[in-house]
């Protein structure tokens, strides 16, 4: 394991685990093969591409296109396929699930043949808790069923049942992750915390979906991606791991601690309709991955006061983004007229 195919390398987690990998592996190359939709950007890796010129390239392309995804394997000899290229808003998944059923489910079938042909050591899948659906009590295995219940989460366990039957049919080398909630830096912020974080900045309204006393497992990225890592190197082929802090957070605490680290007013929480099928509860247990030797080295709340931090110095890297016509244009969709009054 060598040359790695990062899918996706241009997003949020994907560009984090990019950077921690050649940092971590002097003797690892990295090509980042991703399409840039809305959620991909270049200045995610720009450091990255400066720093290990010599070791690391960016390839534009979409998963779902079968020929694309072998030419970059044959000309980079990639021997292993990490991939974190998917739609990943569940909001965007109720209003138009079409491109999520392409990427994360037809996508994952292009990787999963291109690992097959041509006889790669590994294809590692990123998943996530969503797959088990709303969790009311307890914290669930791996060996727990699948019960997913928005577009998002049905296209990841749609993804990941392909992954396991091509390992139990074709024997591929496999191996999957579902992590929990991450933050920190380069996460697009249609996402709750740097949503909240930004507007807060701006002096504009959190709006929090239903009572917000859903609750999440805030994990700090770079944690996931050492995760990741362990697994790659360490895991069981043919095996799932779980990722997560194992605590759990509700929204409404993590909006406050948002608010007081930033210094504004408990008044900018503006409750709004909740969300179609919003699940209540996710809640993983962490035991087999803890049994690989790894440790969360952030609790939620250590990673909310980084990840606030960084957008706080980082406003470069954010204002374009939620100043451009696609953002702006996604923010009246998703949230005019949606306020609760009190
Ligand atoms: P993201 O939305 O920030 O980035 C996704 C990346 O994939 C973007 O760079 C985008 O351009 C690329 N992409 C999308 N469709 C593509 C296609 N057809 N071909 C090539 N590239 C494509 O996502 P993220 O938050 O970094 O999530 C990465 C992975 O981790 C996803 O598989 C997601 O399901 C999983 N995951 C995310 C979280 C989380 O909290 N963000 C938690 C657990 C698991
Ligand atoms: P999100 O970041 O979309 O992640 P996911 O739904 O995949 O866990 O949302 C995290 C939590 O925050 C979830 O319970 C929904 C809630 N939320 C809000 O209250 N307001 C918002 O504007 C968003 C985007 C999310």
Not at 99 to 116: H, K, M, N, P
Not at 283 to 296: C, N
Request: hydrophobic share 35%.
């Amino acid at each position: 394991m060598r040359n790695l195919m990062i899918t996706g390398g241009a997003g949020f987690i994907g560009s984090n685990f990019t950077r921690y990998v050649l940092d971590r592996y002097p003797e690892y190359h990295v090509v980042v093969y991703d399409k840039l939709t809305y959620a991909g950007n270049l200045d995610n890796l720009e450091d990255t591409a400066e720093r290990f010129a010599d070791r690391y390239a960016f390839v534009r392309g979409d998963i779902c296109d079968a020929a694309g995804v072998r030419e970059t394997i044959r000309s980079y000899g990639v021997d292993t396929i990490v991939n974190f290229a998917a739609e990943t808003h569940v909001d965007r998944s109720i209003m138009d699930p079409d491109a999520f059923i392409q990427t994360d489910v037809y996508g994952t079938f292009v990787l999963l043949e291109a690992t097959r042909e041509l006889g790669l050591e590994r294809m590692h899948q990123v998943s996530t808790d969503e797959v088990y659906g709303h969790v009311p009590v307890g914290a669930l295995q791996e060996t727990d069923p699948v019960a997913p219940r928005s577009p998002y989460a049905a296209s990841k366990t749609s993804g990941d049942l392909m992954v396991l039957a091509y390992h139990i049919t074709y024997g591929l080398p496999v191996t999957i992750t579902r992590g929990a909630n991450n933050i920190g830096p380069y996460q697009y912020p249609e996402k709750v915390v740097p949503l909240f974080v930004t507007n807060a900045l701006d002096d504009l309204p959190l709006p929090l979906y239903g009572d917000g006393l859903q609750v999440r497992d805030y994990q700090y990225v770079l944690d996931h991606c050492e995760a990741i890592d362990l697994v790659l190197h360490e895991g069981g082929v043919g095996e799932i791991y779980n990722i997560g802090t194992g605590t759990e957070m509700r929204n409404l605490d993590m909006t406050r601690l948002i608010l007081e680290l930033l210094n504004k007013p408990q008044s900018l929480i503006q409750p709004v309709q909740d969300r179609p099928g919003h699940d209540r509860r996710y809640a993983l247990d962490v035991t087999k991955i803890r049994a690989l030797g790894w440790e969360p080295a952030h609790t939620c709340e250590e990673a909310i006061a980084k990840t606030v931090r960084w957008y706080v110095e980082n406003e470069w890297w954010w204002r374009p983004i939620k100043s451009g016509e696609h953002y702006q244009a996604y923010y009246r969709q998703q949230y005019e007229g949606r306020e609760i009054e009190s």
